[in-house]
């Protein structure tokens, strides 16, 4: 008598068996869980017309303010981006201003430096006491020539420019102040101490005879 085991053909045809029993109750387990689910479906209660209205007017109007939002903030970028621009632009017209205005100053002071008699009356200014080339420089300034004024204290000796200014800052600081900035302007490089009134100890230790001791 032959035994079961030995057979590997009937092995192989059981296992296929089994096989495709287990295939046949998965299936009817799925088809038997959706009918469930139809019938507990079908026994809810059907969902009022009014409640889908609403519901549907609902998502609409999310869906507009959505899209306001997005074109507001759209907007607000567009606004953005042309206060850039016109800031931009006011920036360039102001530097294209500056350019303009430093170019003409230097053909103003060219012109005045490039005179015959510039040289002449800058030696006359140097060859004066710091208080008399002061007073002379003062009326040049009063007859609305600080261009000129500019020019002189420019083409000075540094030593002499800087008594000069030291004259005009005991009388007129705000007149000093503005002519540093003028010469600052021009590229002239000044003291630290340029345009302020001298301590007492710095005019004893110019002037010799002031301090006996």
Do not use: C
């Not at 609409?60 to 016109?86: A, I």
């Not at 083409?155 to 010469?183: H, I, N, Q, W, Y």
């Amino acid at each position: 008598m032959s035994k079961p085991w030995a057979n590997p053909q009937r092995r192989w045809v059981g296992k296929a068996e089994v096989k495709a029993a287990v295939a046949d109750e998965q299936a009817k387990a799925e088809e038997a869980a959706r009918a469930a689910a139809h019938e507990a479906k079908m026994a809810e209660p059907p969902i009022p017309a009014s409640q889908v209205i609403a519901a549907s007017m609902q998502k609409q109007d999310m869906d507009v303010q959505t899209t306001l939002r997005k074109q507001r903030e759209l907007e607000d970028l567009r606004q953005s981006l042309l206060r850039l621009q016109t800031n931009l632009e006011q920036r360039e017209s102001a530097l294209a201003k500056r350019v303009m205005e430093f170019e003409d100053a230097k053909k103003r002071y060219a012109d005045i430096e490039g005179a015959a008699q510039f040289k002449t009356a800058l030696a006359t200014l140097e060859g004066q006491k710091a208080k008399d080339a002061k007073a002379m420089l003062q009326s040049l300034l009063d007859n609305q020539q600080q261009d000129q004024v500019v020019a002189y204290l420019a083409r000075m000796d540094e030593g002499k420019r800087s008594k000069v200014m030291a004259e005009f800052a005991k009388e007129s600081p705000t007149v000093a102040a503005g002519l540093l900035e003028r010469l600052r302007t021009r590229g002239v490089a000044m003291s630290p101490d340029a345009g302020s009134e001298p301590s007492p100890a710095s005019a004893n230790a110019a002037n010799p005879a002031a301090n006996p001791g």
